[in-house]
T-cell receptor, first 115, second 118 residues
Framework: AQTVTQSQPEMSVQEAETVTLSCTYDTSESNYYLFWYKQPPSRQMILVIRQEAYKQQNATENRFSVNFQKAAKSFSLKISDSQLGDTAMYFCAFIRNSGNTPLVFGKGTRLSVIA | GAVVSQHPSRVICKSGTSVKIECRSLDFQATTMFWYRQFPKKSLMLMATSNEGSKATYEQGVEKDKFLINHASLTLSTLTVTSAHPEDSSFYIC??????????????FGSGTRLTVV
């Protein structure tokens, strides 16, 4: 079974600064996808960024980037130039490449951006 | 992009009554719908997986007679909380797997339903 671990329950960052959220996972699969989801106070789940395990290049989406270390099974999220609107719960998630399997979520990190 | 419409967004019901939550995929066909429950400040807990035209598969500890899931078409899945009790109060959220893209783009989530049983 796959597991996803987020070891930081809460974090805070000053506006305009950079913050990194940690995520590790455990799997015996060789091909899979990793995601970071954002859940603001509205509780709508928003996909922030995705990474394909077979790609070595780290994914980036504007101010969001990941550091994907496949051998270490690590998938951290870096948010640059943090904005007040980035305040939310962030969930790291895993899905294997085959079948109708659900996303496996970590416990989440609550990020507060401080003005 | 893909949209899953989930209704109602909020519902208050009396103990002992049943509540139906709907999730509709608006612009894609959802072969699979995943239903989650989320407690405040906690992660999403998978309740069940439903495939179109088949019986739902429930996670261990989830009462299938209390949480009835129907996935009668490729665009509609429903979760009915039967004989609701205050301990069923929670946030319920669905996510859909697109028939064409699978899971590689992540799944599309509904906006969630806050259920309060009084």
């Amino acid at each position: 079974a796959q597991t996803v671990t987020q070891s930081q329950p809460e974090m805070s960052v000053q506006e305009a600064e950079t913050v990194t959220l940690s995520c590790t996972y455990d799997t015996s699969e060789s091909n899979y996808y990793l995601f970071w989801y954002k859940q603001p106070p509205s509780r709508q789940m928003i996909l922030v960024i995705r990474q394909e395990a077979y790609k070595q290049q780290n994914a980036t989406e504007n101010r969001f980037s990941v550091n994907f270390q496949k051998a270490a099974k690590s998938f951290s999220l870096k948010i640059s130039d943090s904005q007040l609107g980035d305040t939310a719960m962030y969930f790291c998630a895993f899905i294997r490449n085959s079948g109708n399997t659900p996303l496996v979520f970590g416990k989440g990190t609550r990020l507060s951006v401080i003005a | 992009g893909a949209v899953v419409s989930q209704h109602p967004s909020r519902v208050i019901c009396k103990s002992g009554t049943s509540v139906k939550i709907e999730c509709r995929s608006l612009d894609f066909q959802a072969t699979t719908m995943f239903w989650y429950r989320q407690f405040p400040k906690k992660s999403l807990m998978l309740m069940a997986t439903s495939n179109e035209g088949s019986k739902a598969t429930y996670e261990q500890g989830v009462e299938k007679d209390k949480f009835l899931i129907n996935h009668a078409s490729l665009t509609l899945s429903t979760l009915t909380v039967t004989s609701a009790h205050p301990e069923d109060s929670s946030f319920y959220i669905c996510s859909a797997r697109d028939r064409l893209t699978g899971g590689e783009d992540g799944y599309t989530f509904g906006s969630g339903t806050r259920l309060t049983v009084v």
